[in-house]
């Protein structure tokens, strides 16, 4: 082990996503992990699972694009196609991954990449990552290498052989201690008439392969647009997304739905329990009862919906009073409620509504102040210096939509905003 080279502040996290990677369902959880470090880091993305593809520069492309855009914080990428590379390719990828703070690989061929990385460096470079600090995350294909043993996806599911096991990469183990196979894609359904379930394996496929595990090992199965977020650190386990996170121990389960948040160890215990023959209820209770007296992020209890009512109405009734300040502190109490929620994973209707009032807010806002009569400049200046304000937080927190929204707005009212390097000035134009 080397040490802390990445900075003793720098998180140690291992997510795995089972599908929707670059997905805006995705999106958010990136852009949480991100804020785990406070600031823009170097970011990597490695090639390798979809190398052998002919449009892996295409897939590439809009993987960056996805990054710079959606998320907010560009990658460059770890080009390691195959191990015919040339040395230089090779040592160039090497030190994009070590260098990088946070390390993504995704969707290909699980059996494909794991020859490209076996007896090679980069499992060692990738592990190193968890140790030293850092954060990497692994969707879909490349979430299948993480585990003691790995599914050949294509070749059962499209080639025709028999479902059989190849070596993993172990980095969940030696991580977290968890013996376990990770299956992605856990809750697919593309199949439509016939069992795509469990990474396109059905349910028939997966008992032979259970069946076929080393002992001790379990099924760890994460659905399509959900992660599995391990906080080596602190030692949790949280789920974020759509779906749910799945313990599978000889066909019987115990499901995690997004927003658990338990210890990474109750999952081995949970494992255990299934495994001595506890029925899913009490292994479920027992994992979550572990989680009252861990250290997690505390979810909100008031629902989002009965929230962003609440904080709508107290906006509008101190608008209506013409009290400016309190109106922005209800807009900044609703920014703040939609960020905690996204801190703790949550991904849902009622927070997208909650972004969408949020905006609207903003618009009667810029309104009011495009309206304002007598002296404009006196009567703006409350309101166009609070709304500066909240573009200022917006743009901290990378909502660039907010942020052109209230300039937009601004702009309507005929005020310009000049961004100077000792922060932004505006002027109030004529006519």
């Not at 070749?155 to 052989?161: D, R, W």
């Not at 100077?420 to 006519?431: C, D, H, K, Q």
């Given at each position: 082990?080397?040490?802390?080279?990445?900075?003793?502040?720098?998180?140690?996290?291992?997510?795995?996503?089972?599908?929707?990677?670059?997905?805006?369902?995705?999106?958010?959880?990136?852009?949480?992990?991100?804020?785990?470090?406070?600031?823009?880091?170097?970011?990597?993305?490695?090639?390798?699972?979809?190398?052998?593809?002919?449009?892996?520069?295409?897939?590439?492309?809009?993987?960056?694009?996805?990054?710079?855009?959606?998320?907010?914080?560009?990658?460059?990428?770890?080009?390691?196609?195959?191990?015919?590379?040339?040395?230089?390719?090779?040592?160039?990828?090497?030190?994009?991954?070590?260098?990088?703070?946070?390390?993504?690989?995704?969707?290909?061929?699980?059996?494909?990449?794991?020859?490209?990385?076996?007896?090679?460096?980069?499992?060692?470079?990738?592990?190193?990552?968890?140790?030293?600090?850092?954060?990497?995350?692994?969707?879909?294909?490349?979430?299948?290498?993480?585990?003691?043993?790995?599914?050949?996806?294509?070749?059962?599911?499209?080639?025709?052989?028999?479902?059989?096991?190849?070596?993993?990469?172990?980095?969940?183990?030696?991580?977290?201690?968890?013996?376990?196979?990770?299956?992605?894609?856990?809750?697919?359904?593309?199949?439509?008439?016939?069992?795509?379930?469990?990474?396109?394996?059905?349910?028939?496929?997966?008992?032979?392969?259970?069946?076929?595990?080393?002992?001790?090992?379990?099924?760890?199965?994460?659905?399509?647009?959900?992660?599995?977020?391990?906080?080596?650190?602190?030692?949790?386990?949280?789920?974020?997304?759509?779906?749910?996170?799945?313990?599978?121990?000889?066909?019987?389960?115990?499901?995690?739905?997004a927003g658990a948040s338990i210890p990474i160890s109750a999952l081995g215990?949970?494992?255990?329990?299934?495994?001595?023959?506890?029925?899913?209820?009490?292994?479920?209770?027992?994992?979550?009862?572990?989680?009252?007296?861990?250290?997690?992020?505390?979810?909100?209890?008031?629902?989002?919906?009965?929230?962003?009512?609440?904080?709508?109405?107290?906006?509008?009734?101190?608008?209506?009073?013409?009290?400016?300040?309190?109106?922005?502190?209800?807009?900044?109490?609703?920014?703040?409620?939609?960020?905690?929620?996204?801190?703790?994973?949550?991904?849902?209707?009622?927070?997208?509504?909650?972004?969408?009032?949020?905006?609207?807010?903003?618009?009667?806002?810029?309104e009011r102040a495009a309206n304002g009569s007598g002296d404009r400049r006196?009567?703006?200046?409350?309101?166009?210096?609070?709304?500066?304000?909240?573009?200022?937080?917006?743009?901290?927190?990378?909502?660039?939509?907010?942020?052109?929204?209230?300039?937009?707005?601004?702009?309507?009212?005929?005020?310009?905003?000049?961004?100077?390097?000792?922060?932004?000035?505006?002027?109030?134009?004529?006519?």
């Open positions: 082990m080397s040490g802390r080279q990445a900075g003793d502040d720098d998180p140690r996290i291992l997510a795995i996503m089972g599908s929707g990677e670059t997905a805006p369902t995705m999106a958010k959880v990136h852009r949480a992990l991100f804020d785990r470090f406070g600031r823009q880091v170097p970011a990597a993305i490695i090639d390798t699972p979809y190398g052998f593809q002919e449009n892996a520069d295409d897939l590439s492309s809009r993987t960056m694009e996805f990054f710079a855009t959606s998320v907010g914080n560009p990658v460059e990428v770890a080009s390691f196609r195959s191990t015919d590379v040339d040395a230089v390719s090779a040592a160039t990828a090497l030190a994009r991954i070590r260098e990088a703070r946070y390390v993504m690989a995704g969707p290909g061929s699980p059996s494909y990449a794991l020859r490209q990385w076996r007896d090679g460096p980069f499992p060692e470079a990738l592990a190193e990552k968890l140790r030293s600090g850092g954060i990497l995350t692994m969707a879909s294909a490349a979430a299948l290498t993480l585990g003691v043993v790995s599914i050949p996806v294509y070749e059962v599911y499209k080639a025709g052989e028999p479902p059989t096991w190849l070596d993993g990469l172990d980095l969940l183990g030696g991580a977290t201690g968890l013996r376990a196979a990770v299956v992605p894609h856990y809750d697919n359904a593309e199949g439509g008439t016939h069992d795509t379930r469990f990474c396109y394996m059905g349910e028939r496929r997966l008992r032979v392969l259970e069946d076929l595990l080393p002992v001790g090992v379990f099924v760890l199965g994460v659905d399509s647009h959900t992660a599995l977020v391990l906080d080596l650190e602190a030692g949790l386990a949280s789920v974020a997304g759509l779906g749910g996170v799945t313990v599978r121990v000889a066909g019987r389960s115990a499901r995690f739905e215990e949970a494992a255990r329990g299934l495994a001595a023959g506890q029925s899913s209820e009490a292994v479920h209770k027992a994992a979550l009862a572990g989680s009252a007296s861990a250290e997690q992020p505390v979810r909100p209890a008031q629902p989002m919906r009965q929230e962003t009512q609440e904080i709508e109405g107290t906006f509008s009734a101190a608008l209506d009073e013409g009290e400016v300040r309190a109106a922005v502190a209800a807009l900044l109490a609703l920014d703040e409620a939609i960020n905690a929620r996204v801190r703790a994973g949550e991904d849902s209707p009622d927070l997208d509504n909650a972004a969408a009032t949020f905006q609207a807010l903003v618009v009667q806002l810029g006196a009567a703006l200046a409350p309101l166009v210096d609070t709304l500066l304000q909240l573009r200022d937080a917006a743009r901290a927190s990378k909502d660039w939509r907010t942020a052109d929204l209230i300039r937009d707005r601004l702009a309507e009212a005929r005020v310009r905003v000049r961004d100077g390097p000792s922060g932004p000035e505006w002027v109030l134009e004529m006519g």
